[in-house]
């Protein structure tokens, strides 16, 4: 480039040369040279300087190029990485995700509870109104009450002034009062001279009565000693009478003490002779008794002598007794015997009286019969007799015609009716020869009943005798039977005893039944209303504990599920936390930890090469751990003499291989 | 109170006996709420019409703890009807103020047999029972009924009173306070 201006240059030049001088021109043309050598030197250096600047220019193109390449596998390790947290962020969104839906439930619950507490507190806004409204009729009534207040002030302020006045009044009249005071102290004492005197005075008084009084006593004692000194003037004249009057009253004494024995030898006297006079009865009556006796004893005496028996004694006549006694026994028994004899006999006169009237009856009937029977018979004869002569009329007529006419006209006709006349004859005859036998039956039979009616009046009779003869026994039987009956009414009036208190003690029961509300369900049926008080309690007190067992029942689920709500939660947290957990110790220590089988843990570290690389540790029984063998720890075999072997710390080996691998990655 | 100052009808009668039980209820079971003495005049009307009919045998006053559903109380009225006054509809002989007089001395001594009786330590309610005759129809809202007796119980005579037409004997059966 630079060369072509030059060429272009020169022309002008030349020109302007040609113009001036030509020195010029060759200085120019020097200067030409000079400029065109030192252009060329200046191009090579030039050349030669871009030539290093390629050079180095290649050269650093070979190192970027080294440097992109390098920074490409970074680029390509950096996006696997990112292609496995992205996995794990995907792994973590979902888990998100489920978090968030249950966030979404429970902020579904938040909002009913949050509707249960709005409507509470809608309840609670209800009440705070109604409490303002009576806070509001209150105040009203506080202010009210506060203008009473205010004009009971005023009033008290009157009253205090009223009072004030008042105060000065009561000053003027405790004053007044005070002078009245005094008054009244003078006049006191006054009155208390003046009582002193009154009393003085009344004492005198007093004195004068008792002094009165005695003065009486005195006239009295006066009168006394006068009537004292007559008396005293009397007494020798009074000792003389008494000395006679003791004389005669010992006479009197004497005499009364004979009196007293006279009395009593008179009253001796008088209870002999009434003894005695009793006494003389009793010899009256003793005499008559005796006669009596004696005609009694003449009378045995003759008794026995008319008896024959030997009565002379009363043994014999106990004798007597004993042996009658006995015979009357032996009657009494045969007059017993006689006595059921004469019942059965009377049993069998009553039946044989059934008998007999039945008999009776049947002889009625037989004699009815009879009368009937003779009075057909006699009815028959009657007939016959009556037909005998129709016979004989009809003879008569049928000679006569036989007479009249001749045989050979009438003859078959005639002999046709004579032959049916003998017929009915002969039937009539048939019937009455019947009729008589009847009637000897039947008369026979009467007489058969006849003879039994006798036989039974017989009977009858000798029964009638029988009777008569047994009648005198039949008392005895019916003292037996009386006895008997007595006993029997009192069997069966223990019987209704026993019946009685059976009856009163049911009787008890039954009261006691009623007494406790028992029924006749046959005569009696008990009601009472449907909706009773009972009932009705019944049915609350059902309902409250199948309510109180609902709320139970709710109460419990509540807790229930208030529980596993918290159980989920823990469970979320736990899970949050270990996972949190996880992430950190990956981010501080560099090893990602999981357990694969029990106390088993794999070990992945941020900087391993491959994606299996992994260190296996496990938990021996004393809880120390020990590194298992894996295709990666094959590769650590020094690490594991030094840190393991020798210096016996895991945290230092781990921290090795770390380091290890770290190094590995960063120096290429 | 219908009937004159001089003797005693059939329907008087009736009416007389129901304000008894009315009165002897009340004083049994006082204090009463409103509700419960809703059904106990209930019961006294429909009661007062079966003392008219005369079907009626006995009144029972059942006190049952609620707990244990056990009868604690049994008051119990017999009434004996003199059905005679059903037909002829003249009035007894018997003059009002004697009658109030016997019912009164009855409710006296009835409140004075409450406060010997055991406690009713427990909550408890009460029913009326009403006796009738076999034949009668059972109306609306009643229905039969077991007769409730008490368990082991001590049983105590009231006094009777009688308007001459309805005759009440009254009695008292209670649970044995040993037996609670």
């Not at chain 1, 004292?228 to 009478?241: C, G, N, Q, T, Y």
């Not at chain 2, 209820?25 to 059904?39: A, E, G, Q, R, V």
């Not at chain 2, 049952?64 to 003199?82: H, S």
């Not at chain 2, 109030?100 to 009786?117: G, K, M, P, W």
Request: some cysteine.
């Amino acid at each position: 480039m630079i060369t072509v201006t030059a060429d272009l240059n020169i022309p002008r030049g030349c020109r302007i040369a040609q113009q001036g001088s030509g020195i010029l021109q060759s200085q120019y043309k020097r200067s030409m040279e000079l400029l065109e050598a030192a252009e060329r030197v200046h191009s090579t250096n030039r050349y030669r300087q871009l030539d290093q600047e390629k050079k180095q220019m290649e050269l650093s193109h070979k190192r970027a190029r080294f440097e992109l390449e390098k920074v490409a596998s970074d680029s390509a390790r950096d996006h696997e990485h990112e292609v496995d947290r992205n996995q794990d962020l995907l792994g973590r969104i979902k888990k998100l995700e489920e978090r968030e839906i249950d966030a979404a439930k429970n902020l579904s619950d938040q909002v009913e509870a949050n509707r249960s507490v709005r409507k509470n507190l809608e309840a609670l806004n209800k009440k705070l109104e109604e409490r303002d409204s009576r806070l509001n009729s209150a105040n009203q009534a506080s202010s009210s009450l506060k203008d009473e207040i205010r004009e009971l002030k005023q009033k008290i302020q009157n009253k205090d002034s009223t009072i004030s006045s008042q105060t000065l009044e009561n000053q003027e009249l405790q004053e007044q009062l005070d002078l009245q005071r005094r008054k009244y102290q003078e006049v006191s004492q006054l009155c208390q001279s003046l009582q002193a005197a009154e009393s003085s005075c009344s004492e005198h008084i007093i004195k004068i009565k008792e002094l009165e009084r005695r003065l009486t006593f005195q006239e009295q004692d006066i009168a006394i000693v006068k009537t004292v000194k007559l008396e005293v003037a009397r007494l020798p004249d009074m000792e003389k009478e008494l000395k006679r009057l003791r004389e005669d009253n010992a006479f009197l004494r004497e005499s009364r003490e004979n009196c007293s024995l006279l009395k009593e030898e008179v009253e001796g006297l008088r209870r002999k002779l009434e003894r005695m006079e009793k006494t003389k009865e009793e010899l009256i009556n003793v005499e008559l008794d005796k006669e009596r006796l004696a005609e009694k004893l003449h009378a045995w005496e003759n008794l026995g002598q008319s008896t024959g028996l030997n009565i002379r004694k009363p043994d014999d006549l106990s004798r007597e007794v004993i042996q009658i006694q006995q015979r009357e026994i032996a009657l009494k028994e045969q007059n017993y015997t006689l006595n059921s004899r004469v019942r059965s006999v009377e049993r069998s006169q009553a039946e044989l009286r059934a008998e007999m009237s039945q008999q009776r009856s049947k002889t009625l009937e037989e004699q009815k019969k009879r009368e009937t029977q003779e009075a057909l018979v006699r009815r028959l004869q009657k007939r016959i007799l009556l037909l005998t002569k129709e016979r004989d009329g009809m003879r008569a007529i049928l000679e006569s015609y036989d007479s009249e006419l001749a045989p050979t006209e009438y003859s078959p006709q005639l002999n046709k009716r004579l032959r049916e006349a003998e017929d009915i004859l002969q039937k009539t005859q048939s019937h009455n020869a019947e009729m008589e036998a009847q009637l000897s039956k039947a008369q026979e039979e009467t007489m058969t009943i006849k003879l039994q009616l006798q036989t039974v009046e017989l009977e009858l009779e000798c029964l009638k005798k029988q009777q008569t003869s047994v009648a005198d026994s039949s008392s005895l039987a019916t003292k037996e039977e009386v006895s008997i009956l007595r006993q029997k009414i009192e069997d069966l009036e223990l019987e209704r005893q026993r019946l009685e208190k059976q009856n009163n003690i049911l009787e008890m029961r039954l009261e006691r039944h009623n007494l406790q509300g028992d029924y006749d369900p046959v005569k009696t049926r008990v009601l009472h209303l449907t909706m009773n008080p009972t009932a009705v309690a019944k049915q609350q007190r059902q309902q409250e504990v199948e309510a109180l067992q609902e709320e139970e029942v709710l109460d419990l689920r509540k807790q229930m599920e208030s529980s596993e709500l918290r159980n989920q939660r823990l469970k979320e947290v736990f899970q949050r936390k270990i996972q949190e957990f996880r992430t950190v110790c990956y981010v501080l220590t560099g090893y990602q930890i999981d357990i694969t089988t029990e106390n088993q843990y794999r070990l992945a570290s941020v900087y391993s090469e491959h994606m299996d690389d992994s260190l296996l540790f496990k938990k021996g029984p004393n809880g120390s751990m020990q590194l298992m063998e894996t295709e990666f720890s094959k590769t650590l075999g020094e690490m594991v003499a030094l840190h393991l072997h020798h210096q016996k710390s895991i945290p230092a080996f781990l921290s090795a291989v770390t380091l290890d691998l770290f190094s590995r990655q960063t120096t290429i | 109170m219908t009937s004159t100052l001089k003797g005693i009808t059939l329907k008087g009668s009736a009416e007389l006996v129901a304000e008894f039980f009315s009165f002897g209820i009340n004083s049994i079971l006082s204090p009463l709420t409103p509700k419960l003495k809703d059904y106990l005049t209930n019961v006294v009307s429909q009661l007062k019409d079966w003392l008219f009919e005369c079907t009626v045998q006995k009144l029972v006053l059942v006190i049952t703890c609620l707990e244990t559903n056990e009868v604690l109380e049994r008051w119990q009225f017999d009434i004996e009807c003199d059905k005679s006054a059903k037909e002829s509809s003249a009035p007894r002989e018997k003059s009002i103020k004697t009658i109030h007089d016997e019912i009164r001395s009855i409710i006296r001594q009835v409140t004075a047999t409450v406060s010997f009786l055991p406690l009713l330590e427990t909550p408890c309610s009460f029913d009326l029972l009403v006796y009738t005759d076999k034949d009668l129809v059972v109306p609306d809202m009643w229905e039969e009924s077991g007769p409730q007796i008490i368990d082991q119980s001590e049983e105590v005579r009231l006094r009777s009173f009688t308007t001459s037409i309805h005759k009440v004997n009254s009695m008292v059966a209670y649970k044995r306070s040993e037996a609670v």
